[in-house]
């Protein structure tokens, strides 16, 4: 939780201050504003394995956490930072790439997509590699990375949840399914 306060007044003065970070130095600090590592750390309090063990793990970093959050800020900056910009939000890792290279916004895209897939393979080799945690917690950063997709694929879902992720909720809860 002081990761995520800190990142988020590191991220405000960047704001005030009209700083432009570079990738790099966004992403260290985006990657934890983004909320996704708090999430899948308090989503493990809920299942019934979990021991103090799995909660350091966790909270220490590891591969398959890093690389879903990377999976979640950049797919959100993607999709809705055209929409923050309007609102006065802080830059987006697509503002810093733009910058930093001195390139268009769909070269930016194109670049950050292959950070994306390259966090996704990341994930992939902490499943078949990893013996520090049971399977359970290790699906459970995978569904969280996967819903991020879902939320970030073609549009800011989680911020503007009337347009396809409505679609989705009734395809999953009100409509019936054939038989």
Not at 53 to 81: F, H, N, Q
Request: with cysteine; charged share 25%; glycine share 4%.
């Amino acid at each position: 939780m002081k990761r995520l306060v800190h990142s988020y007044l590191i991220e405000a003065r960047w704001f005030h201050c009209n700083h432009t970070p570079t990738v790099e130095e966004y992403m260290q600090v985006a990657t934890i504003s983004s909320g996704y590592a708090m999430l899948a750390t308090v989503s493990f309090l809920g299942m019934e394995d979990t021991t103090e063990e799995i909660l350091v793990w966790a909270t220490s970093d590891p591969k398959i956490i890093v690389a879903a959050s990377i999976i979640s800020r950049l797919m959100d900056d993607i999709v809705g930072s055209e929409f923050e910009q309007e609102r006065g939000h802080v830059v987006s890792s697509l503002d810093c790439y733009m910058k930093q290279h001195n390139t268009t916004r769909q070269d930016a895209i194109e670049e950050l997509l292959k950070l994306v897939e390259s966090a996704w393979k990341d994930i992939n080799e902490a499943c078949l590699d990893s013996t520090q945690v049971p399977m359970t917690f290790l699906m459970r950063v995978v569904n969280l990375a996967r819903m991020m997709d879902v939320l970030y694929k073609e549009e800011d879902s989680y911020t503007n949840a009337g347009g396809i992720m409505k679609d989705y909720i009734k395809a999953l809860l009100v409509n019936k399914m054939s038989s």
